[in-house]
């Protein structure tokens, strides 16, 4: 597959990936730019022992992994609220309100950006493990390899991040989480 083709087929679900990890969609297509950029320099040496799809989301993770670490530093005193929307004001999991009546669209949309600020305040271990598999759909073994962790590991973290969530939307969902 020559590089341009690979970017059209991949550059959506990497910038999603992105854009749910930092909630942010400029610093989200800097990121998708750099994730690009850095796949472009090391493509001559891609020995496909993972597929394309996964390679180019290790090396997304890693990206935002490293504007983390970047920020810590530089806020080391100040924690970062990952819970902005974009400032499209567009949620990425928004629902159509043709299918439901406009009360009931607007508590779905209210339930999902709450569900995505919850998932935005997870610690990161667990943040990435939960968009992998609950946002992107990435099967256990697709997200080992992306987070370059053994699949007990990934179940380990999946399992506790959700739990995380449930603690922290209990108060919203209330008996029924």
């Not at 499209?88 to 439901?100: K, N, T």
């Not at 950006?113 to 256990?140: C, F, T």
Request: hydrophobic share 35%; charged share 30%; glycine share 4%.
């Amino acid at each position: 597959m020559d590089f341009e083709r690979l970017i059209a087929s991949y550059e959506k679900p990497i910038y999603n990936l992105i854009l749910r990890l930092v909630g942010n969609s400029e610093e989200a297509e800097d990121l998708t730019q750099e994730t690009f950029v850095s796949a472009y320099r090391s493509y001559s040496d891609f020995r496909g022992e993972a597929s394309v799809y996964t390679w180019l989301y290790r090396i997304a993770v890693n990206k935002c992994k490293n504007r983390f670490k970047e920020r810590e530093k530089h806020n080391s005193h100040n924690s970062y609220s990952l819970d902005g929307s974009s400032e499209e004001g567009e949620s990425p999991l928004e629902i159509p309100s043709q299918e439901y009546s406009p009360e009931v669209a607007f508590e779905r949309k209210e339930l999902k950006e709450q569900i995505l600020q919850a998932i935005n305040r997870l610690p990161y271990d667990y943040k990435i493990i939960v968009v992998l598999r609950d946002l992107q759909g990435l099967s256990y073994q697709e997200i080992s390899q992306v987070a370059e962790l053994s699949v007990d590991v990934v179940r380990t973290r999946l399992a506790r991040g959700r739990a995380m969530l449930r603690t922290k939307l209990e108060h919203y969902l209330g008996d029924g989480c």
